[in-house]
């Protein structure tokens, strides 16, 4: 069963009627892209309100409150630094001081990891209002969105004066990094809207995700550097998340990027998956919906 709205007069929201209607929407893509944009219009509002509660919930009751923004991408980079300074592990040549090479890698992971989780985790925390209120479902991912935002600002705002006193200055590149870190809060999201449809359903892939994610952590020159040869270095190189990160990092640093055009054609594929992902979301959450009232 699936829905549509009808404005008779856009200005008079009393007007708006609802339609049901067996058809499924995918048989007139254009109805499908309206109701789309108009949902995500719909429940701006609702969606900054919920990232404000849940931001105020998420440091209100902690001793340390915003130090949790960084405090563990920053306890992984003392992990690897003492990795690396004691001889246990290797690390190969970076093109940047390994401090600032690991520092800078640790918090852009980070970031994508908090946009591919929020999906997931916004999704599971509105299980009893999805069951009994009807609003924009676009609303919970915006509201994940913007709460990644959030905690990603106070990332940077640490991350840039740290590089600075560990020697390493932005340049005018700077100004592109914002780009750069919308391209992997972007992509996260891309991935959590992916598995949000199954981990709604089965809470395995809820409790796997970290667990997977680091996994993929070390298929990424996150805090190790990209190899010169070998199948690592063709698995590096085809992660579509190396152009991202690194030239995330580059810009942030003042260097010039490498990856340019990988990066400017992952972030057109992301792009194309969210979309993709987007009506998967929309057409799965009424069967879902329904399976959690049953």
């Known amino acids: 069963m699936q829905s549509y709205l009808r404005t008779m007069n856009p200005l008079d929201a009393a007007d708006r009627v609802t339609v049901y209607t067996p058809d499924s929407a995918l048989r ?23 990232a404000v509660r849940d931001i105020s919930a998420q440091y209100r009751q902690t001793a340390l409150g ?7 991408p920053l306890a992984n980079t003392a992990v690897w630094l003492f990795l690396n300074a004691s001889g246990i592990i290797r690390m190969g040549e970076t093109v940047l001081p390994y401090p600032v090479y690991v520092f800078t890698g640790t918090m852009l992971w980070a970031i994508f990891m908090e ?41 940077i705002a640490l991350l840039i004066p740290a590089i600075m006193l560990l020697g390493v200055f932005p340049g005018w590149s700077l100004l592109l990094f914002p780009l750069a870190l919308g391209s ?5 999201t891309a991935f959590g809207l992916l598995l949000t449809p199954v981990g709604m ?9 970290s667990l997977v994610m680091q996994f993929l952590m070390y298929l990424t020159p996150v805090v190790f550097a990209m190899p010169a040869a070998g199948w ?6 085809l992660n579509p998340l190396t ?36 009506i998967v979301f929309r057409a799965a959450m009424p069967i879902l919906i329904e399976r959690m009232s049953a």
Not at 66 to 72: C, E, H, K, S, T
Not at 232 to 237: G, L, P
Request: aromatic content about 14%; hydrophobic content about 55%; overall charge positive.
């Open 28 to 50: 007139d893509p254009g109805r499908l892209i309206g109701e789309l944009f108009q949902d995500l219009w719909a429940g701006r509002e609702l969606a900054w309100r919920l």
């Open 66 to 72: 915003l130090v949790w923004a960084f405090i563990l």
């Open 115 to 155: 946009a591919a989780n929020a999906p997931l985790q916004q999704t599971t925390a509105a299980k009893p209002m999805l069951a009994k209120i009807n609003f924009p479902r676009e609303a919970l991912i915006v509201s994940g969105i913007y709460q990644t935002l959030f905690n990603a600002g106070i990332k």
């Open 184 to 188: 992997l809060i972007l992509a996260g």
């Open 201 to 209: 359903l089965y809470t395995d892939i809820g409790k796997s995700f």
């Open 232 to 237: 690592a270095a063709t698995v590096f190189r």
């Open 243 to 278: 152009p991202l990160i690194l030239t995330a990092r580059d810009w942030l640093t003042g260097m010039t990027p490498a990856y340019l055009g990988f990066f400017l054609g992952v972030n057109l594929a992301i792009l194309v998956l969210l979309f993709v992902t987007w």
